[in-house]
């Protein structure tokens, strides 16, 4: 099984900064690899796929990168609204996998 | 317009069964992998099961092989996951979810979430 590893735990910021949140696989998932964010009471909702590529609808203040075991999901300026929980998930090989999320709150 | 919407979720004794059921609309159902993903409360996402557009391949997490099954009927446009010998760490709220993986090239993820049903063992 491929453990997903996001790191930090939590980030605390203020509107307009930018955020770089970071995930690492236990081995190569290539770039099968997306990010999500679910708000409170709210279910996730698809933000990259294929390591980089944007989700439908997505803002351009959200870009990743990475491939192979080192990722990152950067929001260019934080908004209001980007207050979230961010979870890394690979779909390189069964069983698929979820990091353990990286919440982003208000400083 | 895409929706999924899932039912079933109640609470029931460890040892017990239940069926969840999630009903779809808005894409060809035939034509994706669905899969489950369930949350338990105040934790974080965990993938469940996926099953192959026409039913032909299933995958499981490891703590639920053996005990669920997933399934789906193409006519109905419907998905369904039995879940037998319900332990107390099974509770959380389960996600029917659309799987974008294989439907054209580079595509992949989670694309489509239901607003899930909640499942809880507990004696």
């Known amino acids: 099984e491929v453990v997903m590893t996001q790191s930090p735990a939590t980030l605390s910021v203020s509107p307009g900064e930018r955020v770089d949140l970071f995930c690492r696989a236990s081995?190569?998932?290539?770039?099968?690899l997306a990010w999500y964010q679910q708000k409170p009471g709210q279910s996730p909702r698809l933000l990259i796929y294929?390591?980089?590529t944007r989700a439908t609808g997505i803002p351009a203040r959200f870009s990743g990168g990475g491939s192979g075991i080192e990722f990152i999901l950067t929001i260019s300026s934080l908004q209001p609204e980007d207050f979230a929980v961010y979870y890394c998930?690979?779909?390189?090989?069964?069983?698929?996998?979820f990091g353990q999320g990286t919440k982003v709150e208000v400083k | 317009e895409v929706q999924l919407v899932e039912s079933g979720g109640a609470l029931v004794q460890p040892g017990e069964s239940l069926r969840l059921s999630c009903v779809t609309s808005?894409?060809?159902?035939?034509?994706?992998?669905m899969t489950w993903v369930r949350q338990a409360p105040g934790k974080g996402l965990e993938w469940v099961a996926n099953?192959?557009?026409?039913?032909?391949?299933?995958y499981y997490m490891d703590s639920v092989k053996g005990r669920f099954i997933v399934s789906r009927d193409n006519a109905k446009n419907s998905l369904s996951l039995q879940m037998n010998n319900l332990r107390v760490e099974d509770t959380a709220v389960y996600f029917c979810?659309?799987?974008?993986?294989?439907?054209?090239?580079?595509?992949?993820?989670?694309?489509?979430w239901g607003q899930g049903t909640l499942v809880t063992v507990s004696s």
């Open positions: 979810v659309r799987d974008s993986w294989g439907r054209y090239y580079g595509s992949g993820g989670f694309d489509y």
């Open positions: 998930h690979h779909y390189n090989k069964w069983p698929r996998t």
């Open positions: 294929g390591a980089s």
């Open positions: 099953i192959k557009g026409d039913g032909s391949e299933k």
């Open positions: 808005g894409f060809t159902f035939s034509n994706y992998w």
């Open positions: 081995q190569n998932v290539n770039s099968y």
